[in-house]
Nanobody
Framework: QVQLVESGGGSVQAGGSLRLSCEAS???????????VAWFRQAPGKEREGIAVICGRMAIAFYPDSMKGRVAISRDTTKNMVYLQMNSLQFEDPATYYC??????????????WGQGTQVTVSS
């Protein structure tokens, strides 16, 4: 059974950085390398939006224009881990951040497996 567990959330000052982690279990090394793993976020009253995805054995990363230059997704397939480095956090960034696997790019409804989320807040 696949399980995704996020960690690394918390409170950070505006302009600061944070690295989120997603640990995936239930995959073999081979199957994990083949997957797309994405980060989504959802702020209160807003829809869940995709902010970064990494796919396939070539580890191709994709970001929406709104996040380019501020976030970086990476993975360690030996540990079944995916990371999200976030820089220059601003007041529009507070949300619950979710890791998702077994989907397509940043199509939210395509993802089969989700973590429970980790909360990020930004203070002045």
């Amino acid at each position: 059974q696949v399980q995704l567990v996020e960690s690394g959330g918390g409170s950070v000052q505006a302009g600061g950085s944070l690295r989120l982690s997603c640990e995936a279990s239930g995959y073999t090394y081979t199957t994990f390398s083949d997957k797309c793993v994405a980060w989504f976020r959802q702020a209160p009253g807003k829809e869940r939006e995709g902010i970064a995805v990494i796919c396939g054995r070539m580890a191709i990363a994709f970001y929406p224009d709104s996040m380019k230059g501020r976030v970086a997704i990476s993975r360690d397939t030996t540990k079944n881990m995916v990371y999200l480095q976030m820089n220059s956090l601003q007041f529009e960034d507070p949300a619950t951040y979710y890791c998702a696997a077994d989907g397509s790019m940043l199509l939210r409804k395509s993802y089969k497996n989700w973590g429970q989320g980790t909360q990020v807040t930004v203070s002045s």
